[in-house]
């Protein structure tokens, strides 16, 4: 599976993006997409994933209720809504899938996924 995110830029703080990840795979039916984000000189964080076959979703602490992952099932693409966005949101955002009905017993480390696509940068200016 080769996976594809586009959709960052430059956005003032209060600003709103929305990310896309297009996967190559026939169907992303019994996979987990996940996005991840690294800033520079940080390491790698967990901002959300869904289920892809129940659309149930989850995401970190520091972006819920201002994140909203979705998915368009007919277009294999998974998107990643930022509205009211923070500096410290400044990061590398790619997205992972991983083979599997249900979450992986760690959702929140990359290790975990079997597939992990180039990123797009994302920068929030104060």
């Known amino acids: 599976v080769q996976l594809q995110a586009s959709g960052g830029g430059l956005v003032q703080a209060g600003g709103s993006l929305r990310l896309s990840c297009a996967a190559s795979?026939?169907?992303?039916?019994?996979?987990?997409m996940a996005w991840f984000r690294q800033a520079p000189g940080k390491e790698r964080e967990f901002v959300s994933a869904?289920?892809?076959?129940?659309?149930?979703?989850r995401y970190a602490d520091s972006v819920k209720g201002r994140f909203t992952t979705s998915r368009v099932s007919a277009l294999n693409t998974l998107y990643l809504q930022m509205n009211s966005l923070k500096p410290e949101d400044t990061a590398l955002y790619y997205c992972a899938a991983y083979s599997g009905r249900y979450y992986p017993n760690n959702i929140r480390d990359t290790d975990e996924y079997d597939y992990r696509g180039q990123g797009t940068l994302v920068t929030v200016s104060s």
């Open positions: 795979a026939r169907t992303l039916d019994n996979y987990v």
């Open positions: 869904i289920s892809w076959n129940f659309g149930a979703t």
